[in-house]
């Protein structure tokens, strides 16, 4: 089951948040492992944010954000380690989309590491088209990694 997130997701959503992100796929230092999922640090309310739930569990979460009045930003996707692979990012990513198009927004798109191989197979397979391109635009743990933008139309 997908679901519009609400604030008692915090600290799943924190756990899942933390235990996501790695060089390989972004490019930001680790945060501490306190830092809650929603407020103003991390610029994420509930309401712009998508649960995966199965038998009451929080599994992922996909994130919209406002760029302007046509184009949305799925500004994170990331599903808990232990239940990849078994479609919930795609589902998520599904959902989100759907959730786009309801809200208005006629175009969406992401950032992602050229280094990703897993998120761009996954965003392939969705439909994206690589829009931008910033070749060697990070340089992490010594090696030059390509800043991609992806784009759809909804
Ligand atoms: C990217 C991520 C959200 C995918 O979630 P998931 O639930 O495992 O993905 P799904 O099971 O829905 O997989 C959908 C498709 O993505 C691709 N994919 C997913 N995992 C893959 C893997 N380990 N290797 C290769 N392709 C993979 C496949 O095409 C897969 O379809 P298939 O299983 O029919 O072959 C998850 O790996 C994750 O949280 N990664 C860390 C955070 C991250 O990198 N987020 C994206 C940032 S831009």
Same mark, same amino acid.
């Given at each position: 089951?997908? +679901? ?5 997701? *915090? ?21 501490? +492992? ?16 998508? !649960? ?9 979460? $996909?994130?919209?954000?406002?760029? *302007?009045?046509?184009?949305?930003r799925l500004a994170g996707l990331a599903v808990d380690r232990r239940a990849r692979r078994a479609g919930i990012g795609q ?7 759907? =959730? ?11 950032? !992602? ?11 392939? +397979?969705?439909?994206? $088209? =690589? ?9 992490? =743990?010594?090696?030059? $990694? ?9």
């Amino acid at each position: 089951m997908i +679901r519009t997130a609400n604030v008692a997701d *915090d600290a799943e959503l924190a756990r899942i948040d933390y235990e996501s992100w790695a060089p390989v796929n972004s490019p930001s230092p680790l945060w501490e +492992r306190s830092r809650p999922f929603f407020g103003e640090q991390t610029r994420t309310s509930p309401a712009d944010v998508l !649960v995966a739930q199965r038998t009451g569990i929080v599994l992922g979460y $996909v994130k919209l954000r406002r760029i *302007d009045d046509s184009t949305v930003r799925l500004a994170g996707l990331a599903v808990d380690r232990r239940a990849r692979r078994a479609g919930i990012g795609q589902g998520l990513l599904s959902a989100a989309l759907a =959730e786009a198009r309801t809200r208005g927004y006629t175009r969406a798109d992401l950032k !992602v590491l050229g280094s990703n191989h897993v998120a761009l197979e996954l965003y392939r +397979r969705a439909g994206f $088209v =690589e829009l931008e391109r910033v070749p060697g635009r990070f340089v992490i =743990e010594g090696r030059k $990694v390509d800043d991609l933008t992806l784009a759809i139309a909804l």
